[in-house]
């Protein structure tokens, strides 16, 4: 079982940025594919990004050159540093774990991004 936390949401204007962390309880956070999703009202959870254990990324297309996810593995820490924020990014983001069949999610934190 893994219990993740995420922090760092809020209110910013559009062309802002904000960094969205995400804590995993446990000692095989390496091991997981880390994720962050979003779920904006009336709409299904979609992926923003992924990162693997070893680093390597992928990115959605809408956010490819704003958003950033990193992980610090020693802190079983990953984070979104998000940049050149769009209204249309006002959003819920879920932090995802996921190995071996097995899938983790926190609680969400909101993300609105308005003047």
């Known amino acids: 079982q893994v219990r993740l936390v995420e922090f760092g949401g809020g209110l910013v204007q559009p062309g802002g940025s904000l960094r969205l962390s995400c804590a995993a309880s446990g000692s095989l956070f390496s091991r997981y594919v880390m994720g962050w999703y979003r779920q904006a009202p009336g709409k299904q959870r979609e992926l923003v990004a992924l990162?693997?254990?070893?680093?390597?990324?992928n990115y959605d297309d809408f956010v490819k050159g704003r958003f950033t996810i990193s992980r610090d593995n020693a802190k079983n820490t990953v984070y979104l540093q998000m940049n050149s924020l769009k209204p249309e990014d006002t959003a819920v983001y879920f932090c995802n774990a996921r190995s071996q069949g097995s899938t983790f999610w926190g609680q969400g934190t909101q993300v609105t991004v308005s003047s």
């Open positions: 990162i693997t254990g070893g680093g390597s990324t």
